[in-house]
């Protein structure tokens, strides 16, 4: 092999680093940032952004007609972009514990912990660049998908305007449905017979159609099982064993049973899996921390290729210095112990380069999507809670409240450090490709960072304010005009603050806990049991399933069944048949297909989402939009299903436009069925044949 060239050479200098891609970095950093905010205290999962920004730069810098925008300026603005997406998962997955915690959500506390755990996580990766992606050339998946969008955006792509319909469905959706209520935002029904209750529910929104677009069907429909388990076999077997609920509606006396007693199965299962997929993973791991350890960092190594020159190391170390001693003082202003402090800064100065170079090194061999962020948090909090019981319990007799306290604080910084890197080396990796220039990019990185510091904690307060954040929150202090009924789950924080009162002595349903560990076990022993050519099951995809409402978890399944139809369909008509497996066309064709799809889809969330924001924003100054028009009312559940199923049409028919072209009218239906039947038939002979 002859040796790498990027697209750009390092000979060739082009704008990079200008002050029109840093403004528009600032700009759709902070929309991204709100809507990923919104987005992931929603149904606790965000999207990488860096794909919908490269699409939305290259298309603004040509609507105002620039004539010398290069590659290079693009990348920069997805960077930028993706950072404070990235940034917003670790502040929203840790920082809301404290509300289920009984605790105040400060926004200066969010803001010190999303700026310190986002700036370490980025000068980490500056010392992993060249190992990981130089000289192992980890893959990467997203970087390279982020390159060829870009690629592609230079020779003159043909799909630049699909994200603003996107968009634009979104938040016209997302306006009608949450701003003005013309609709029902879900339907729930629920049927006993014979002393057995049975429970459904659907989500209309158009935003977890898209999630589950882009996480496939196959993580769709762990999620699905895992709903499934909870809602269809242990919620009615409890039912049946200790009572239902007293309750004039079902389908609520239904829900309220499950939230209070089965969803802590979830919580179980998730614990183990977390700590499970680190000891599953535990030989990648030790491999990219003995890179991350031997490799060389020192400034001769630098290489004079433009291509190659890092943030210096020196200035890096510097740096990383002044976070270091700002997260003590910071520590020892939230704690009030000096002693705590310096041990809490010391755990934090092993353990946050620890999961750099863990998130940084996974998301190089499975991408960022697959990387264990979950586990990684989990194993941080249940590590933190040991240092914290031995000095401020053991040793300073601190209260439990500030033992609790103290936990998170510490804990959410590394969070945030681990959620950030590993879409980082993400950005650099694509970088790598197209000929950037590092330091530049690692520059592009932090000010992203700073700008997510900046919109996330502010966005968590709006919506709190708004809407109220978590359910544990909202019963305490529910919402004066709509109580609960509009409360955003924030599923990750419910468990982190759940877990960190498990772990204190707090009030948690252990018999659940303890089911969901049992479960959690009975899955990874089935592995052991039917052999390596078993079925391996993502225990905290199922675990997600179980913990989160019904309705949220069959709507993404929607999403993940859509996707797999239209790349099915893409086989059939290039193949002309679905038996055995796809050509090498076949599956080009359904790649073109889905990153389509995925590209529309990432427009919905962010237009559905960022309405969402702007509700929030109306809701808090007095002028909430469903009063503003005083005659419309809210549309009962059928013509609120049709409402939504047009809208679903729709997102349908612009990801089929682009479908190899059909030979008889109709015919996409006939496809579906042919893939349905398919997918059965898959499904019988993997169960029969061993």
Request: aromatic share 10%; charged share 10%.
């Amino acid at each position: 092999m002859g040796e790498f060239q990027p697209y750009v050479p390092a000979s060739e200098t082009l704008p990079e680093l200008t002050i029109r891609a840093i403004l528009l970095g600032l700009v759709l950093g902070a929309l991204m940032t709100a809507a990923n905010t919104y987005l992931g205290l929603y149904i606790g999962m965000t999207v990488s952004a860096s794909i919908p920004a490269a699409v939305m730069s290259m298309l603004l810098l040509r609507m105002f007609r620039f004539k010398d925008v290069s590659i290079l300026e693009n990348n920069v603005v997805q960077t930028m972009t993706s950072a404070g997406e990235s940034l917003a998962a670790g502040v929203i997955f840790t920082m809301p514990a404290l509300l289920v915690m009984g605790k105040d959500m400060d926004t200066m506390t969010t803001f010190i912990v999303a700026i310190l755990g986002g700036i370490l996580g980025t000068i980490f990766t500056i010392t992993l660049r060249r190992v990981f992606i130089v000289e192992e050339a980890l893959l990467y998946p997203e970087g390279i998908a982020c390159e060829e969008v870009l690629i592609a955006g230079e020779k003159g792509g043909s799909q630049l305007i699909v994200i603003l319909y996107a968009l634009g469905l979104g938040a016209l959706y997302g306006w009608m449905v949450k701003g003005f209520e013309l609709t029902q935002a879900k339907v729930e029904v629920a049927v006993e017979i014979v002393g057995v209750r049975i429970y459904s529910a659907l989500d209309y929104s158009l935003s977890l159609v898209a999630v589950g677009w882009i996480v496939g069907l196959n993580i769709a429909s762990y999620i699905f099982f895992g709903a499934v388990l909870g809602v269809f076999i242990l919620t009615p077997i409890y039912g049946m064993t200790y009572g239902w609920p007293v309750d004039t509606d079902l389908a609520h006396g239904f829900k309220t049973l499950w939230s209070t007693h089965i969803r802590f199965v979830g919580v179980g299962c998730m614990v183990v899996g977390g700590l499970w997929t680190l000891i599953d993973m535990r030989k990648t791991i030790s491999s990219g921390l003995r890179k991350a350890l031997g490799s060389g960092i020192a400034d001769s190594e630098i290489s004079t290729l433009r291509t190659e020159q890092d943030i210096p190391m020196n200035r890096a170390f510097i740096g990383l210095v002044i976070v270091a001693v700002l997260t003590f003082i910071f520590y020892w202003w939230k704690t009030g112990s000096l002693t705590l402090a310096i041990v809490g800064a010391i755990f934090l100065a092993i353990t946050a380069f620890f999961f750099s170079a863990v998130a940084g090194y996974i998301a190089g061999v499975v991408g960022s999507s697959n990387s264990p962020v979950s586990g990684m948090t989990i194993a941080t909090l249940m590590a933190t809670s040991l240092v914290v019981w031995i000095v401020g319990g053991l040793i300073l007799d601190m209260a439990q409240e500030d033992l609790m306290y103290a936990t998170l604080i510490i804990a959410s910084v590394v969070a945030v450090n681990a959620a950030i890197a590993g879409d980082v080396m993400q950005d650099l990796k694509t970088g790598h490709l197209v000929g950037a220039t590092p330091w530049k990019q690692q520059t592009a990185e932090l000010i992203g960072v700073i700008v997510g510091a900046i919109v996330a904690p502010l966005t968590l307060t709006v919506l709190n304010e708004a809407f109220r954040i978590t359910p544990t929150h909202c019963t305490a202090n529910p919402h004066p005009e709509w109580g609960c009924s509009k409360v955003l789950e924030a599923p990750q924080a419910e468990i982190i603050g759940t877990l960190i009162e498990g772990l204190f002595g707090g009030t948690v349903n252990y018999p659940m806990l303890f089911l969901g560990i049992v479960v959690a076990a009975i899955i990874i022993g089935s592995r052991w049991y039917l052999g390596k050519n078993g079925p391996s099951l993502p225990i905290m995809s199922i675990a997600i399933g179980m913990y989160l409402p019904f309705y949220l978890s069959s709507t993404i399944f929607l999403g993940g069944i859509l996707n797999h139809l239209v790349t099915r369909t893409t086989h059939l008509r290039v193949d002309g048949t679905l038996k055995g497996e796809p050509s090498q066309s076949a599956i080009t064709s359904g790649k073109e297909l889905v990153s389509r799809g995925t590209l529309l889809s990432a427009g919905l969330i962010a237009g559905e989402a960022l309405m969402g924001v702007l509700i929030a924003v109306f809701i808090i100054i007095g002028i909430p939009p469903n009063g503003w028009i005083p005659f419309l009312g809210t549309l009962g559940p059928v013509l609120s299903t049709v409402f939504f199923l047009w809208f679903f049409g729709v997102f349908t028919w612009l990801v089929t436009r682009s479908l190899p072209p059909a030979k008889r009218p109709f015919s996409l239906l006939f496809n579906w069925a042919a893939v349905v039947v398919d997918g059965a038939r898959r499904i019988i002979n993997k169960v029969m044949v061993p």
